[in-house]
């Protein structure tokens, strides 16, 4: 099998070793623009592969690419079986339809709703051309959603899910309490754009920085806030739509992060608006990169639960994920969850273990319990367990 990553770097470079490890894996190939990103990344990956058990890991190969030039973008997927694209969501669109021209399966890290409508409406050209288009593989959209879909798929009637995630430093610092684990346009564009919910079985769109609650994980963490984002719920609203009463999605993040946040919203620093010559929101990023980008460790917090009835016996399916940086590999929590993640999809695509074809969310195409053994196959440490009403 040949894998294609597009995009060198952290998630991009992480899924490629995740990938690279996996049995009948011949090939991996990474293609980035910045040619330095892509030699950093190939001496990275072949010092982390050598000397991988089971047999060794599969070739590492880079090639400069420009996603941009769309009309370039099933060339560099043909003699592919699967591509995973780390790259901005912007492309995702262009790539959904290089890879029906292609004929090869692709999946991405996803991150907007409107445009993963734009590829889910291409489903039927995916479809007869007899290929899989998944879309937010990552972690939240992505892994969080597919356990809740695991946890829906095992209830016999369910009256809420409850996705609850988020990125954190290791050791917060004021006044924000965060550490960029993502791009920051990525974050902010979670803090402005609607939250897709189900209330009383019907999908609507909800404000982000609302709805704030207080949440405990274990110790070192304690009591932390969630609240409303964008993206995180991806497609569950509207494929349970009328099968589950209640779901939302909510980041987590030490307790006065949002409160700080919201303001900068409210008096306009978050605007697209230009004052003065200068876009505010742009202004503002610029000075969140600076701030927030340190050397302190990350972790990512998950906690999905699934309420309702099994067994005849009402009560809460709860799963938990507490993970942790690698020093070993030096991927972040961020990147191992997101990364993996999308890496054991884009594996199943590949090795023919997803059967359904078109464009199709996760919950609708994965083998759900298959994938929760891959993550957790992977050191993803998913926790289960039920809780009696």
């Given at each position: 099998m040949r894998a294609l990553v597009l995009g060198a770097g952290r998630m991009g470079r992480a899924a490629a070793w995740d990938l690279a490890r996996q049995p009948g894996m011949g090939a991996v190939k990474l293609v980035d623009h910045d040619g330095d990103a892509l030699a950093n990344s190939a001496r990275e990956l072949e010092r982390l592969l050598t000397g991988t058990t089971g047999g060794g890991a599969a070739r590492i190969e880079t090639a400069r690419g420009d996603l941009d030039d769309t009309a370039s973008l099933p060339a560099m997927m043909e003699g592919s079986d699967v591509v995973l694209s780390s790259a901005d969501y912007r492309f995702n669109e262009a790539l959904t339809r290089a890879a029906i021209e292609a004929g090869v399966q692709l999946c991405d890290l996803g991150g907007n709703l409107f445009v993963v409508e734009r590829q889910i409406a291409l489903s039927e050209a995916a479809e007869k051309r007899g290929i899989t288009v998944i879309p937010d593989?990552?972690?939240?959209?992505?892994?969080?959603?597919?356990?809740?879909?695991?946890?829906?798929?095992?209830?016999?009637?369910?009256?809420?899910?409850?996705?609850?995630?988020?990125?954190?430093?290791?050791?917060p610092k004021p006044p924000l309490g965060y550490?960029?684990?993502f791009s920051v346009r990525g974050l902010t564009n979670e803090?402005?754009?609607?939250?897709?919910?189900?209330?009383?079985?019907?999908?609507?769109r909800v404000a982000s920085l609302t709805d704030v609650e207080e949440l405990e994980f274990p110790y070192p963490f304690g009591k932390l806030e969630a609240f409303n984002t964008s993206g995180g719920s991806s497609t569950l609203p509207s494929t349970f739509a009328g099968k589950v009463r209640e779901l939302d999605y909510k980041t987590i993040r030490y307790p006065g992060h949002v409160a700080a946040f919201a303001g900068m919203q409210q008096i306009g620093l978050l605007s697209e608006e230009p004052v003065d010559a200068v876009v505010p929101r742009v202004f503002t990023e610029k000075l969140l990169e600076r701030a927030?980008?340190?050397?302190?460790?990350?972790?990512?917090?998950m906690r999905v639960t699934v309420s309702g009835t099994r067994d005849g016996e009402r009560g809460t399916l709860v799963f938990e994920l507490i993970d942790r940086h690698d020093a070993k590999t030096g991927h972040s929590a961020m990147a191992r969850t997101t990364a993996y993640s999308a890496a054991a999809v884009a594996y199943m695509l590949a090795a023919g273990a997803v059967e359904k074809r078109g464009v199709l969310p996760g919950e609708l195409a994965v083998p759900l319990g298959s994938f929760a053994g891959a993550?957790?196959?992977r050191g993803l440490d998913v926790k289960e367990h039920w809780e009696p009403a």
């Open positions: 593989c990552g972690l939240a959209p992505g892994m969080a959603g597919l356990f809740a879909a695991w946890g829906v798929e095992r209830m016999q009637s369910v009256d809420s899910v409850k996705l609850r995630v988020g990125g954190l430093p290791a050791h550490k960029l684990v803090y402005l754009e609607p939250a897709d919910v189900l209330r009383d079985g019907k999908p609507a927030l980008t340190d050397d302190d460790t990350d972790v990512v917090l993550v957790r196959a």
